[in-house]
């Protein structure tokens, strides 16, 4: 494979790399409570693939789309089952100089020296002594970590009987060939579970100020604001701006009789939704997309 640039490792400003390196350091500074927060979330959803599909998540061949450089999900889903991960980012699960140089030529040097600081700063230690701790267990399996394009996937046929990905499709430039490969990759009677961020919700910018609590200041929705969009600090993140409807389009032409499931924003979105609709700002935009936050589709490939 040749070099693939990351979809969160852009080019910006080196006043820009420090605040966002001030917010993630401050985000993940909140290691017990962010272990918590993924436990919970995978937990809920080997729930909802169990309760709909039938399907439990144990001695299961999974493959995981970014995982992430914590891999806190893919720990978890490996204590019982066969889990590979993929990532655009390349993910070094190793201490080797040879490896960071590999990763500065693949990633780039903004992800690498972010990594680099998070070891550093033992960030990545706490996180995983958290997990452990919370799991129960004395040492966290490694499942095994790919650099691959969800675009582009090089698997076999019929290689998985379950494909997970969190908070990775509104990065991808292409998530219709993402979703042709897993429908490809997954075995007769497999299942997948997609969750996405979307554009239109209030976070949808995915500016850093996010992760470390200081969403207030973006003053809802600065990203479908002209006015405001100057303010953003989100240089750095690719995203592909899909709504709901065309992701709604999109799952529907691949994936027919998918299961939706939309959370919706926190309280009092919906009064300010339509407080800036009565001011003429947001027109284009539905209520209903406005206060979605996420959209998580559960599909099963037929027999």
């Known amino acids: 494979m040749g070099k693939v640039g990351s979809y969160t490792s852009g080019n910006g400003s080196a006043l820009s790399f420090l605040r966002e390196a001030s917010n993630l350091y401050h985000y993940?500074?909140?290691?017990?409570?962010?272990?918590?927060?993924?436990?919970?979330?995978?937990?809920?959803?080997?729930?909802?693939?169990?309760?709909?599909l039938g399907l439990e998540l144990r001695g299961l061949d999974i493959l995981e789309i970014g995982p992430g450089q914590l891999q806190a999900e893919a720990s978890y889903l490996a204590l019982?089952?066969?889990?590979?991960?993929?990532?655009?980012?390349?993910?070094?699960?190793?201490?080797?100089p040879l490896a960071y140089l590999k990763m500065l030529r693949t990633n780039?040097?903004?992800?690498?020296?972010?990594?680099?600081?998070?070891?550093?700063?033992?960030?990545?230690?706490?996180?995983?002594?958290?997990?452990?701790?919370?799991?129960?267990?004395?040492?966290?399996?490694?499942?095994?970590?790919?650099?691959?394009d969800?675009?582009?996937?090089?698997?076999?046929?019929?290689?998985?009987?379950?494909?997970?990905a969190r908070s990775v499709f509104h990065h991808l430039p292409d998530p219709g060939a993402a979703l042709d490969g897993i429908i490809r990759v997954l075995r007769p009677g497999a299942a997948c579970y997609i969750l996405l961020h979307l554009y239109s919700s209030t976070t949808g910018c995915l500016d850093p100020r996010i992760y470390a609590e200081r969403g207030g200041e973006l003053q809802g929705w600065p990203h479908l604001r002209p006015a405001l969009g100057a303010k953003l600090d989100n240089q750095n993140t690719y995203v592909n701006r899909l709504r709901l409807h065309e992701w709604r389009s999109l799952f529907d032409s691949k994936m027919p009789d998918a299961t939706y499931f939309k959370s919706e924003a926190g309280p009092?979105?919906?009064?300010?939704?339509?407080?800036?609709?009565?001011?003429?700002?947001?027109?284009?935009?539905?209520l209903e997309e406005l206060t979605a936050h996420d959209l998580a589709v559960l599909w099963r490939k037929p027999a």
Do not use: W
Not at 270 to 283: C, D, P, R
């Open 28 to 52: 993940h500074r909140r290691s017990s409570e962010l272990v918590r927060q993924a436990l919970d979330d995978v937990r809920r959803r080997e729930a909802v693939v169990k309760e709909h």
């Open 150 to 164: 969800a675009c582009r996937m090089s698997f076999p046929n019929d290689a998985f009987d379950f494909v997970y």
């Open 268 to 286: 009092g979105t919906l009064e300010l939704a339509k407080t800036l609709q009565s001011q003429g700002e947001l027109l284009d935009y539905s």
């Open 108 to 148: 780039g040097l903004r992800r690498t020296v972010k990594t680099l600081g998070r070891k550093m700063l033992g960030i990545d230690r706490s996180f995983a002594s958290e997990l452990r701790r919370q799991i129960g267990v004395p040492r966290l399996p490694r499942p095994k970590m790919i650099q691959m």
């Open 80 to 96: 019982n089952n066969r889990v590979i991960g993929i990532d655009l980012d390349l993910i070094v699960q190793s201490v080797s």
